[in-house]
């Protein structure tokens, strides 16, 4: 998958450019639809092999000595205007047309696969996941439409345990993982596009951009499960431990963006009936604020209803906007689908994201 998904990469990257606003601090080597569409909070409550990518403690939860077999997973986030770029690009139409189509408009794609099983207090999973953030406006000093654009592509594999002490009320986990990342960061104007980047010039420029790297790291998570009216429950999760992509000596020039190691804590509350079950959930990512960004853009808030495991409804805020999403589960496939939105700009507002996800899971699914 990560082969055909790069060849999608290559034929968008004709668009391309260099920005730090695409390099995005929240980028993750997996990304749980479900999050997806409870504005990307619920740390407390992941599970599953999600829980090796959001909070391995959650592994020690496991009651089943077989929880769930994900055989395949595939997921596609899209943009409205990303999935026109990408049908005016297959369709050859010209390109200075399809950048001055696109200015105002970000575009934004991601597309993963992940396979695995979790078991009783442990979990693994292989994943594979690509990335593309691209933005056109106009040049300040020459008005012609310039592209900018980040791209990364990932594929690993993950390893997870998690235990419990204090009479079931404390739960600790830590995620190993090995990811391979390649990342690509270029800069051209819609007036070179054509000349640049036109037949194999598109695949050789990206080629010299390329940086790639083996990481190392680690997640380690902890969850308060005090029990109670409404089953309150709070997380603590140390993200990306480790992950610099040196492996094997390469200088940092020639390495990928290291991995943003943050703190995110998550609290939610959990009532139900006999035959429902609601979450209402907030997370603040990077709470240490490595990433320098404005508070609003690391709050999450999410509710989840689900029917006797079958159906779920989502909503969230998410960055300040809102998503929307649910989920039918038949466990043997399950399908999510639903739409995310998200801040690429400084402050939100600035440059607003939203985007349609979907995913079908097949295997023995939660």
């Known amino acids: 998958m ?40 619920g740390i407390t409550d992941i599970s599953g092999i999600e829980a090796l990518f959001y909070n391995p403690a959650s592994l020690a939860r496991t009651p089943n000595l077989i929880d769930e077999i994900v055989v395949v997973s595939p997921q596609i986030e899209a943009s409205q205007n990303g999935l026109n770029v990408y ?32 078991f009783r207090r442990t979990a693994f999973a292989l994943f594979q996941r690509v990335d593309l953030q691209v933005g056109v406006k106009n040049d300040a000093l020459s ?14 594999a993950a390893f997870g ?21 390649a990342e690509a960061d270029l800069s051209v ?10 037949g194999e010039g598109g695949s050789n420029v990206l080629n010299n951009a390329l940086k790639r790297g083996v990481g190392i790291g680690a997640h380690v998570g902890l969850l308060f499960t005090p029990g109670g009216s409404s089953s309150p429950e709070f997380a603590v999760v140390a993200r990306n431990l480790g992950m610099t992509y040196g492996v094997g000596g390469k200088s ?38 490595k ?5 609003y853009k690391r709050v999450h808030m999410g509710a989840e209803v689900t029917f006797s495991s079958y159906l779920g409804i989502l909503a969230g805020l ?49």
């Open 2 to 41: 990560i082969r055909k998904t790069s060849n999608i990469v290559v034929s968008l990257l004709c668009l391309l450019g260099s920005s730090d606003v695409f390099a995005s601090s929240d980028e993750r080597e997996f990304v749980s639809a479900t999050l997806l569409g409870s504005g990307n909070a």
């Open 87 to 118: 049908k005016d690009v297959k369709s050859n139409k010209n390109m200075l047309d399809i950048v001055s189509g696109a200015i105002g408009h970000p575009v934004s794609l991601g597309v993963q696969n992940a396979t695995g099983a979790s």
């Open 143 to 156: 008005g012609i439409p310039t592209a900018s654009a980040h791209s990364a592509v990932r594929a690993g």
């Open 161 to 181: 345990v998690g235990r419990s002490f204090a009479s079931n009320s404390l739960h600790v986990g830590a995620t190993g993982l090995v990811v391979q990342k």
């Open 189 to 198: 104007s819609a007036l070179d596009a054509q000349s640049k980047l036109g």
């Open 252 to 289: 940092s020039n020639n390495r990928p963006s290291a991995e943003l190691q943050s703190v995110d804590i998550g609290l939610s509350l959990q009532p139900g009936t006999k035959n429902s079950r609601s979450r209402l959930s907030l997370d603040i990512t990077d709470t240490l604020n």
């Open 291 to 295: 990433s320098k960004q404005n508070i």
């Open 318 to 366: 998410n960055q300040g906007y809102t998503t929307y999403g649910m989920f039918l589960n038949s466990k043997i496939v399950r399908l999510d689908v639903g739409i995310s939105a998200k801040e690429l700009g400084k402050y939100p507002g600035d440059n607003k994201s939203r985007s349609y996800y979907g995913r079908v899971s097949v295997g023995w699914t939660k």
